[in-house]
């Protein structure tokens, strides 16, 4: 806390306080009084004190403007300070309620469950069936290349598990080379089944890694349902995008990482649209009460752009298909006005 000047008048002190809180700079006035001299009575000497440091040399120059005008209209902004401190108070009072509506026992700030962030739940469901069944899958499934039936002719139980839960089946494919085929069927399942399977024991720990981790924030904020919509949301329209883009040899070979293919598997796409939430919520949400770091927003883009130029056999599509679709449900999300964040 540093102190900026001393004004002599209480009424002038307490309205250029104000007008500092209007432009969001916190400032103390310490009011006492002025010692008298030959005998006459003294008066006050009101000290103004910022707190924040990176604010003082903007209150300084603010209060030089006051001291040459101090009656001007611009600083008669008391109702105005008022109403925004109605507003916080209330917020703060808000938070507390749903934080101990959460957890009746805790206090109403310190430790929590997201370090004292007010949240719906404690337990993660939809995000631990996730992790589940993307194992379960994962491994009955050959990690994408199940083992052949000894039997000719025949399917083994990984082929007719994996065929059965990708994108499209190739019999179906093969014929007209439609990617929609199995699902123009009635098998809508594969819409979704594929974010299941995982091309080996790595694929499969990294998407779970994040599947948890960006996960468990929201739902705990946000609830299971809407968890759980922004999973399928994100996963889905990133299996789309994947398929939608042009194959291999219709492209340079330099944008070779953005072709498409009907039989990508993985949770990537929804994990790229949970991060897309995080990311672009807060922004929009200036009270939500997570955020993701900078270098965690640099580091999941810089990965992005690195896959799509220097690594093979990956669903770029899906990583940009997903990141779209989880900044979109935040864009929207942000503007609702149940938004208990906003």
Request: hydrophobic fraction near 45%; charge should be neutral; aromatic fraction near 10%.
């Amino acid at each position: 806390m540093r102190r900026i000047g001393t004004l002599t008048d209480p009424d002038q002190a307490r309205r250029f306080a104000d007008f500092l809180f209007t432009l969001s700079i916190e400032c103390n006035v310490d009011i006492e009084d002025a010692p008298a001299a030959d005998g006459a009575a003294g008066g006050k000497q009101c000290h103004l004190w910022i707190r924040d440091e990176s604010h003082v040399e903007r209150a300084k120059q603010e209060l030089q403007a006051f001291l040459q005008s101090p009656t001007d209209e611009k600083y008669r902004v008391g109702d105005e300070a008022e109403r925004i401190r109605k507003q916080r108070q209330s917020e703060e009072k808000r938070k507390k309620r749903l934080q101990q509506k959460v957890n009746p026992k805790a206090p109403a700030t310190g430790a929590g469950p997201l370090m004292g962030v007010p949240t719906r739940q404690q337990t993660i469901p939809v995000v631990i069936a996730m992790v589940v069944l993307s194992v379960i899958a994962s491994f009955s499934t050959g990690f994408g290349s199940p083992k052949t039936s000894q039997v000719p002719g025949e399917l083994s139980t990984e082929e007719t598990i994996f065929y059965g839960l990708s994108f499209v089946d190739w019999r179906d494919y093969v014929i007209g080379k439609d990617p929609l085929a199995s699902i123009k069927k009635g098998e809508v399942w594969r819409l979704i089944t594929p974010l299941f399977l995982h091309g080996d024991t790595y694929h499969l720990a990294f998407n779970m890694l994040g599947i948890f981790f960006l996960g468990s924030a929201i739902e705990r904020l946000e609830g299971s349902w809407f968890m759980a919509l922004l999973l399928l949301a994100s996963g889905i329209f990133g299996g789309l995008v994947q398929i939608w883009l042009p194959p291999e040899d219709a492209l340079p070979p330099m944008l070779a990482g953005l072709a498409g293919s009907p039989f990508s598997i993985g949770a990537s796409g929804a994990v790229y649209g949970l991060f897309g939430y995080l990311w672009i919520r807060p922004a929009l949400s200036p009270s939500y009460p997570v955020r993701m770091m900078p270098s965690n927003v640099a580091i999941m883009l810089g990965w992005l752009v690195f896959c799509i130029f220097f690594v093979e056999r990956i669903a770029n599509g899906a990583h940009i298909g997903g990141l779209v679709a989880g900044v979109v449900i935040a864009v929207v999300i942000s503007r609702m006005p149940s938004d208990r964040f906003a």
